[in-house]
């Protein structure tokens, strides 16, 4: 508030009006005059009758003392007639935020107080105070009307972005004067604020306290409501109210008693407190409060019983927790999250976590709930996945009686779980690369091993001495290129030969065999379900999968045991019913492999398909049996899962999509018997092999058949062979070469050259190939391979050209 200023520091304006002179009856007059005019502009200002009496007395006692005198005649006396004292009018002046001024006739300033030169500087008179053309012209119109009627008003101008309210009136003895009103008008954003309120902190406590708050409008329409109006209200404090009618909310009976509408005759009388937003304005937006009729007091019993109600219907995990911090309530979905039956939840939430967050659980519950009501997040480990980081949310309450903090969880287990198997995906495919690139490499050199004994086994018979010692290296060089093999099969890059067959067929074959595997002390039970269809798969790579599912189950089972094998047919109804996120919907054949053996932990479970991992002793496994089982099933187009308690044993389930399409007719099921074919043969061919040992081994065979043989280390060597004018039957290549690949190469030459003879040799799965290759009449010869099988498909490929 602005100080009131001296008398000195009231500012008059006008000419020197100094001198002195004997008190006559014009002097009293004059002096008498001023006196009317400072009372006029007293009242005026303050409207205060004691003020304006008290200086009335005053003047008039100093009158009469000065009369008395000069009547007595003893004495002279002399007054000094001075311009009239505006003091008193100034201080009275200075007692509000009005800016007061007062004009003559010639419009010109008289005097002003402090807060009329501060809000209008410049020292002028109104109307010309520096406001718009609008207000300027109001200004104008009011100072007429006030010297013709007496007196003026203006509602509202504006000078810099502020309001006055000016009231002018004529003043003076002659009415000489016009005293000029301009009051400030403070405009607060009052509903704003209580809109603010309503739905901030403010009207959450209140709605704890059972106290329902809500804004309305001029227009009678609900700007903001609490929760607990709402709840009221509508049955739900998630109903829009904002924008709708509030008597469509209320009503009132014959006695004056307001209930809500939705509770009907049987519901509780409500007190409405009605508070308005605007004193100025009677009819604007205005506050509401409201409380049951028969006491302010709320049961806190009730309102907790209600808020457990409403947390059980959240699909948040929400819980209740006192100050001592024991749990008084917690949802399903608080249950849910923590993987525990609701009932058996531990008295204490630090019960939950590891020892290491116990501390900080306790402190943040301690502290949230004696403190302000606050919200804040944690990080917690719990004690049945310590290496798992959740967030804990912790909120103060209050109104609730006993309960002090609210939990809060989010059940992200879903999440988790999806993270989780990206990352296991992700890992697996990363494997997969490195294993398929570690095969490939490997093949090149079990193909050199393997070609050069063959060609060495060639000069040799049995029964010499370096007979059988060549023979053991072939034997464990394809040895090694069945671990190559298994390798790709886990990167799902191996070679298949899918045939449309039955699932049952393919057991049945395998198990006399397994039976001779499982051992004595470990019984096999087979059982196949009714109306199963055909597969398409390699009959030789899903008996490997049943071989390795059943040696795992016999080391399962050191005791002895039943290893359960069994076929159904799965429709896409039953699918779907299972709701699994991973199996497409369809028609499958499963395939489960189940044993009653010691079982897998929880933390090995999701590793069991990764290469090289097993839980066997060192030297009993390879840890490549189940990934093998993997790779085959993935590259078969079926998918693969495991279930697993401890003690109580695995079973592992296979789905392999039903075949659409005709199924080939059975045959007798005699074999054949294999008939050595003719190999020798004529013609030019060319191989392009950027290894040096596979190259010399394929060359040496071929050129051993009879053919005429030229090499290249790479595809642009061999494009340059061509260049020069020759020209060969037949191009043996492999696929991953440096410089030039051989598809682009073979893409390169039947552009220029025609539709040119192929036989592509690699490691990779011929399936894959032929996809990223995607070039039609090209044959495959898969690595290793040994000079037998060279002669073959080149003899083959030359024949299929013919």
Request: charged share 20%; hydrophobic share 45%; glycine share 10%.
């Amino acid at each position: 508030m602005n100080k009131i200023s001296p008398p000195i520091q009231f500012q008059i304006f006008g000419g020197d009006m100094d001198q002195s002179a004997k008190l006559d009856v014009r002097q009293l007059a004059v002096l008498a005059l001023a006196t009317f005019l400072s009372l006029a502009i007293l009242w005026f200002s303050t409207g205060n009758i004691i003020l304006v009496g008290s200086c009335a007395a005053v003047i008039i006692a100093a009158g009469a003392l000065i009369h008395f005198f000069r009547h007595a005649g003893s004495v002279e006396v002399t007054v000094d007639v001075s311009p009239p004292d505006w003091s008193i009018a100034h201080a009275a002046t200075q007692l509000n935020d009005a800016a007061i001024a007062i004009s003559d006739r010639a419009g010109l300033l008289v005097c002003a107080n402090d807060h009329f030169t501060k809000a209008f500087p410049g020292l002028k008179a109104p109307p010309d105070l520096g406001v718009d053309e609008s207000s300027q012209s109001l200004m104008v119109a009011a100072g007429r009307a006030a010297w013709r009627d007496g007196s003026a008003q203006i509602d509202t101008i504006t000078k810099d972005h502020r309001a006055y309210s000016v009231k002018v009136a004529r003043a003076g003895a002659s009415d000489e004067y016009l005293l000029w009103r301009l009051a400030p008008i403070e405009r607060i954003a009052i509903e704003s604020l209580a809109i603010e309120l309503i739905t901030g902190r403010i009207g959450r406590a209140m709605s704890g306290s059972g106290v329902m708050a809500v804004s309305v409008g001029p227009d009678g329409c609900v700007r903001a409501a609490n929760a607990a109006f709402a709840l009221r209200a509508t049955g739900t404090d998630q109903y829009p109210l904002t924008g709708r009618s509030f008597v469509d909310f209320v009503r009132m009976d014959d006695k004056g008693s307001v209930f809500f509408e939705r509770e009907g005759r049987r519901g509780l009388p409500i007190r409405l407190l009605h508070v308005p937003l605007n004193a100025h304005d009677v009819e604007g937006s205005a506050l509401l409060l409201a409380v049951d009729e028969d006491s302010a007091k709320v049961d806190r019993g009730l309102a907790l019983a209600h808020v457990e109600q409403l947390l059980s219907t959240l699909p948040l995990g929400l819980a209740l927790v006192d100050r001592d911090g024991r749990f008084l309530f917690a949802n399903d979905a608080f249950a849910r999250v923590l993987d525990v039956e609701p009932t058996k939840l531990p008295p204490y939430p630090g019960d939950l976590v590891i020892s290491e967050d116990k501390g900080v659980v306790l402190d943040s519950i301690r502290r949230y709930g004696s403190g302000p009501m606050t919200s804040g997040d944690i990080a917690i480990r719990l004690k049945e996945r310590p290496d798992e980081v959740i967030a804990l949310s912790i909120a103060g309450v209050r109104g609730l009686g006993g309960a002090a903090v609210l939990l809060g969880l989010k059940d992200n287990s879903e999440e988790i779980t999806l993270k989780r198997q990206l990352a296991q995906q992700t890992k697996m495919e990363s494997i997969g690369q490195l294993a398929g690139g570690v095969a490939h490499d490997f093949n090149n050199i079990l193909t050199a091993i393997i070609g050069y004994c063959d060609l060495m086994l060639l000069r040799h018979q049995p029964g010499d001495g370096d007979y059988d010692d060549i023979q053991q290296i072939k034997n464990n060089s394809n040895r090694a290129a069945s671990l190559t093999r298994q390798l790709l099969a886990f990167s799902r890059q191996q070679t298949l030969r899918p045939q449309i067959l039955q699932l049952a067929n393919v057991v049945a074959d395998v198990s006399s065999l397994l039976k001779r595997l499982l051992g004595e002390t470990v019984r096999l039970e087979v059982h196949h379900g009714r109306g199963v269809g055909a597969v398409r798969a390699d009959p030789g790579q899903l008996e490997q999968v049943i071989i390795n599912l059943g040696v795992n189950a016999r080391d399962a089972m050191p005791k002895g045991g039943v290893v359960h094998i069994s076929t159904l047919a799965v429709s896409h109804q039953e699918v779907a019913a299972m709701g699994s996120e991973f199996l497409p919907i369809g028609d499958y054949v499963k395939l489960s492999v189940e044993d009653s053996g010691v079982g897998i932990s929880k933390e090995n479970l999701s590793k069991i398909f990764e290469p090289f991992f097993t839980t066997k002793e060192l030297g009993n496994g390879t840890g490549l049996g189940l990934s093998t089982v993997y790779g085959i099933v993935k590259q078969s187009g079926g998918f693969i899962f495991a279930e697993s308690k401890v003690g109580q044993g695995t079973r592992f389930d296979i789905f392999l999509p039903v075949h659409q399409g005709d199924v080939p007719v059975v045959g007798s099921g005699k074999k054949e018997l294999y008939k050595p074919k003719d190999l020798w043969g004529s013609g030019r061919v060319l191989i392009v092999e950027d290894e040096d040992m596979v190259r010399a081994v394929a060359e040496r065979a071929l050129v051993r058949q009879g053919y005429v043989v030229e090499t290249a280390i790479d595809g642009e060597q061999a494009l340059e062979l061509f260049a020069e004018g020759k020209r060969y039957d037949l191009v043996v290549s492999d696929v991953v070469m440096p410089n030039m690949d051989g598809p682009t190469m073979a893409r390169n030459l039947r552009a220029t050259y025609g539709d040119i003879r192929l036989l592509f040799m690699s490691g990779y799965a011929e399936e894959q190939l032929r996809e990223t290759i995607s070039l039609d009449n090209v044959s495959f010869l898969a690595k290793p391979f040994s000079v037998q099988q060279i002669a073959e498909a080149v003899h083959d490929a030359l024949a299929k050209a013919n």
